[in-house]
């Protein structure tokens, strides 16, 4: 990836809906070489889909936690399996550190948050958890 690329991945995303047109006249080049390097970056996995990202009206009324889990060493795999079919979890990923898996969640409400705390508390192999409920959010810059 030269500076072309990573300006381009910039502008993606920030608005990955720009046409290509306007991304070839805001990095004054050719349509041609943005449309090559799109396919490129999309060929090589470094751009791997594009996707929405929802606005925080959108994410009103959902109550977000991040969950710190510590699971037994030879559990990760049947413990990845169950955590992906709940549709709160949203994202994991696993550390370096204290904690194994870090998870984000968001439910609906205060009751289902804590159900689905219940659930993954119960899984067999997660030795410990910790639950930190989202307040506000004060920046957001992932793309």
């Known amino acids: 990836m030269d500076d072309l690329?990573?300006?381009l991945l910039a502008l993606l995303g920030a608005d990955a809906r720009m046409s290509v047109a306007t991304l070839a006249r805001r990095l004054k080049v050719a349509r041609s070489t943005i449309q090559a390097r799109l396919e490129r970056l999309?060929?090589?996995g470094i751009i791997a889909g594009y996707?929405?990202?929802l606005g925080e009206a959108?994410?009103?009324g959902r109550i977000r936690a991040t969950v710190l889990l510590t699971i037994e060493p030879r559990g990760q795999a049947?413990?990845?399996t169950r955590l992906k079919a709940l549709?709160?979890?949203?994202?994991i990923h696993t550390t370096s550190g204290r904690v194994d898996l870090l998870?984000?969640?968001?439910?609906a409400s205060t009751a289902q948050l804590d159900a689905v705390l219940d659930q993954i508390g119960e899984l067999t192999g997660v030795k410990s958890s910790e639950s930190l409920i989202h307040l506000s959010t004060k920046m957001e810059r992932a793309v």
Not at 103 to 107: G, I, S, V
């Open 51 to 53: 996707t929405l990202k």
């Open 103 to 107: 998870l984000q969640l968001a439910a």
């Open 58 to 60: 959108a994410r009103q």
């Open 87 to 91: 549709p709160e979890v949203e994202r």
């Open 78 to 80: 049947a413990i990845l």
């Open 5 to 7: 690329d990573r300006s």
């Open 42 to 44: 999309e060929t090589t």
